[in-house]
């Protein structure tokens, strides 16, 4: 699949997905963004944003298969990996597939289930793949865990360590819409005279693997190179304000989204604005904060805000 063509069904997607969400346009395209770079995404934010309609309104859009997990403190691995049950006409176990076993998977308040369920669902993320009893099975693509938490209620969760952080290919915060956003919110919902927005299917899960092939075929110079490797490099160097630094992971995630980002734009080259435009989501939840600024209002995304801003930006032609 050619760039303009990833450009042209990407535009479609996000001007369906439009008719659920409004007024937010760049969280959006960086979550599209994230999944044609076959990537997980970490949805971060108060109650009421939308985020599940997000998560729902994609896979519509899409075309692909969709399904939803309530983590909740009860909840066990098999509950979303699957588990064999005994057939007493055939006396042999059967295995009955989990909600795993879909492209879009949805794992609401990821922080409410204990660390053994979060992390069966972490290691299908990494290895595309579920292995019960000693037999394997491979995950259908596009598969993207689309998972959400909510910052302030942290009574009865277990926090995701940075080491399942990292895992995630970026963190997003919705935030709260704007006074003529929420006034068109309403109007919309006066219009349809229901609650379902009724999204239109753009393309098929065939053709959004095609898409993320297609990815690999943007070209990246060597100056964009080294400015990635610059950025994440001063995460690392910054002892002031950061205990621990992005990892390569980090490095790799932003050529990724930048690459995603530019066909989005039309463009089967990456600029350093592509890598700007990315940075921020793909890098700040892989920062560990000196413990002294965990008292303060100063987010990770503060932090990753003044790097960019003192990285030198390479000259591009």
């Known amino acids: 699949m050619k760039i303009e063509k990833v450009h042209e069904i990407g535009n479609r997607i996000l001007g369906e997905v439009e008719k659920a969400i409004v007024g937010k346009r760049e969280v959006l395209k960086l979550l599209l963004t994230t999944i044609l770079a076959d990537g997980h995404i970490l949805i971060e934010d108060l109650p009421g944003l939308a985020k599940t309609l997000m998560a729902k309104s994609f896979a519509s859009a899409l075309g692909v298969r969709f399904k939803r997990v309530q983590f909740t403190p009860d909840l066990l691995p098999s509950d979303i990996l699957g588990v064999s049950v ?6 042999e176990f059967e295995f009955k597939k ?42 259908e693509r596009p598969f993207i865990v689309i998972a959400t938490q909510n910052p302030i209620e942290q009574e009865g969760t277990y926090p995701l360590p940075e080491a399942q952080l990292d895992r995630f290919l970026v963190r997003l915060r919705v935030g709260y819409p704007t006074k003529n956003e929420e006034v068109e919110i309403l109007k919309r919902r006066i219009e349809r005279k229901k609650e379902e927005v009724d999204i239109n299917r753009i393309t098929t ?19 964009v190179l080294e400015y990635i490797t610059d950025v994440v490099t001063a995460t690392r160097e910054n002892k002031r304000e950061i205990d621990v630094g992005a990892s390569p992971r980090g490095s790799l995630a932003l050529l990724k989204l930048s690459r995603a980002y530019a066909a989005l734009e039309g463009r089967d080259y990456v600029i350093p604005d592509d890598v700007k435009a990315v940075a921020i989501p793909a890098l700040s939840h892989r920062l560990i904060l000196k413990r002294e600024l965990w008292y303060t209002k100063v987010s990770q995304e503060n932090v990753m805000q003044r790097l960019l801003e003192k990285v030198p930006v390479p000259k591009f032609e």
Do not use: C, H, W
């Open 205 to 223: 899960s065939e053709r959004v693997v095609e898409m993320q092939r297609a990815i690999e075929d943007v070209y990246v110079s060597d100056a």
């Open 86 to 91: 005994f057939n007493q006409k055939t006396l």
């Open 98 to 139: 989990g909600p795993i076993f879909t492209n879009i998977l949805l794992a609401d308040e990821i922080n409410r289930a204990p660390p053994k369920t979060q992390s069966a669902l972490l290691e299908a993320m990494q290895e595309r793949q579920v292995t019960i009893e000693g037999k394997t099975y491979l995950l």
